[in-house]
């Protein structure tokens, strides 16, 4: 990437920014796209570099490009494990990609104690949490 074309494209920098574009990128690239990492590198905060990214397309632009060859990396490592065998990986995998082929975690709550003496707007809110639908039951409602 040519910084120098890009760089014509940003907003004029403030006299008061201690780096340039330019480092920012080299840091951000150095740490392969970790924010802190490249903080550290500089001697600067987090929000500086998130305030770089905010204000310089080029360096939002290196940003998600970082990640993106770290996401590649970590996606690859993740394939290599599945070819092995490696049972984590698998399900891993197949919960999170695979949903729409029934992979899918599925959590049981058991819940006691009762629910007497509750307001009828207390029994909704909870309904509402629990992403129950609201209101009362319609015997069509239990035949499907």
């Known amino acids: 990437m040519d910084i120098t074309a890009d760089s014509e ?21 150095e740490s392969r796209g970790m924010v802190y990492a ?6 600067c905060s987090y929000n500086t570099i998130r305030r770089y990214v905010e204000r310089y397309p080029e360096v939002a632009e290196v940003l998600e490009e970082e990640r993106g060859r770290t996401g590649d990396q970590a ?16 399900k891993y995998y197949l919960s999170t990609q695979c949903k729409d082929r029934g992979y899918v975690e599925r959590i049981e709550q058991h819940v006691s104690g ?31």
């Open 75 to 90: 996606e690859s490592k993740l394939v290599e494990a599945i070819g092995r065998g490696d049972a984590w990986a698998v």
């Open 38 to 43: 490249a903080a550290r590198r500089l001697g």
């Open 9 to 29: 494209q940003s907003p004029a920098r403030p006299a008061n920014e201690l780096y340039s574009p330019e480092k920012i990128i080299e840091s951000l690239r």
């Open 114 to 144: 009762s629910l007497d003496g509750l307001s009828e707007e207390q029994l909704a809110e909870r309904e509402r949490r629990l992403g129950l639908p609201v209101g009362p039951i319609d015997a069509s409602d239990l035949e499907s």
